[in-house]
Nanobody, 128 residues
Framework: QVQLAESGGGSVQAGGSLKLSCAAS???????MGWFRQAPGNPGKEREG???????????YYTDSVKDRFTISRDSAKNTLYLQMDSLKPEDTAMYYC???????????????????WGQGTQVTVSS
């Protein structure tokens, strides 16, 4: 069983930066870990995969809208996942969730439905 706890969300102006953290407890060796987001006022909308990475070879995946602006990374010693978000835009406003999954069950790294373990989320608000 893996437990995840996000932190680092907040409110910033467009063009600003935030760094999200996701502290994991439990074994995340040979896992995919990722960041997903859900825009406000759209509870029926599926969560969007933002970035993901493997814990065994640090391969990274990004959705097109955040490439060159967001960077996913991890500290294996602290069992913590990060998302550095730069050049933030109002359309990045969302609840951001951290998720984890054993590599054996993942077919698409940015598909939220394939991840069984989730944090509670942290809100990111970007104003214009």
């Amino acid at each position: 069983q893996v437990q995840l706890a996000e932190s680092g969300g907040g409110s910033v102006q467009a063009g600003g930066s935030l760094k999200l953290s996701c502290a994991a407890s439990g074994d995340t060796i040979n896992y995919y870990m990722g960041w997903f987001r859900q825009a406000p006022g759209n509870p029926g909308k599926e969560r969007e995969g933002v970035a993901a990475m493997t814990t065994y070879d640090d391969k990274t995946y990004y959705t097109d809208s955040v490439k060159d602006r967001f960077t996913i990374s991890r500290d294996s010693a602290k069992n913590t996942l990060y998302l550095q978000m730069d050049s933030l835009k109002p359309e990045d406003t969302a609840m951001y969730y951290c998720a984890a999954a054993p590599w054996t069950i993942i077919t698409r790294a940015l598909s939220w439905s394939e991840y069984p373990y989730w944090g509670q989320g942290t809100q990111v608000t970007v104003s214009s």
